[in-house]
């Protein structure tokens, strides 16, 4: 994970109110992604992410994010029946590694899941590139990655940025 993507992380918070629940940080992360990808053949996040029992995550999240110190997490019960896990960061993010294209996705996707419960936001992720990953994990638990290709398929990316997606994939492998 690079500084860039914790950075990214932070200003998601930021527009938060600093706090929100793990799942909703994932949706929205996943939202912006996807849609950055399906417009412009690039990613946000350096990372990837993947299915995992209940929802999804950043690949390397829990060994980045969870121990820096900028960033508390907890539970709380939101009511009496459910119990979430939070994070929180009160430090501002440093807007100069985030571009202004990211800046304006991000600010949509939080404009458009603010008045959305968890439930909702999760809903929404689980879209066609959601369920092949889900598919391919019950296959093979490694082959639990959301594919670049298929989040901007389920985007609406069309032919030809998936076919400049995928170029630059095998570009970035050759080259290492």
């Given at each position: 994970m690079k500084n860039?993507?914790?950075?990214?992380?932070?200003?998601?918070?930021?527009?938060?109110?600093?706090?929100?629940?793990l799942n909703r940080l994932y949706g929205i992360m996943y939202l912006a992604q996807k849609e950055y990808l399906s417009k412009y053949g690039k990613s946000i996040f350096d990372d990837n992410f993947h299915i995992t029992s209940d929802f999804l995550k950043l690949k390397t999240f829990n060994d980045f994010i969870l121990p820096n110190s900028e960033f508390k997490t907890y539970y709380e019960y939101d009511n009496e029946?459910?119990?979430?896990?939070?994070?929180?960061?009160?430090?501002?993010p440093d807007l100069d590694y985030i571009a202004e294209m990211e800046k304006k996705?991000?600010?949509?996707?939080?404009?458009?899941?603010?008045?959305?419960?968890?439930?909702?936001?999760?809903?929404?992720?689980?879209?066609?590139?959601?369920?092949?990953?889900?598919n391919r994990r019950t296959q093979d638990p490694d082959l639990s990655i959301i594919t670049a290709v298929d989040m901007a398929k389920a985007g609406g990316g069309d032919s030809d940025l998936v076919k400049y997606i995928i170029e630059n994939k095998i570009i970035k492998l050759t080259l290492g």
């Open positions: 860039s993507d914790v950075e990214v992380i932070k200003y998601i918070l930021d527009k938060l109110q600093h706090k929100t629940t029946d459910t119990y979430n896990k939070y994070i929180e960061c009160n430090i501002e996705i991000i600010n949509n996707i939080c404009e458009t899941c603010e008045t959305l419960t968890d439930e909702e936001i999760i809903k929404q992720c689980k879209d066609f590139a959601y369920i092949k990953a889900k």
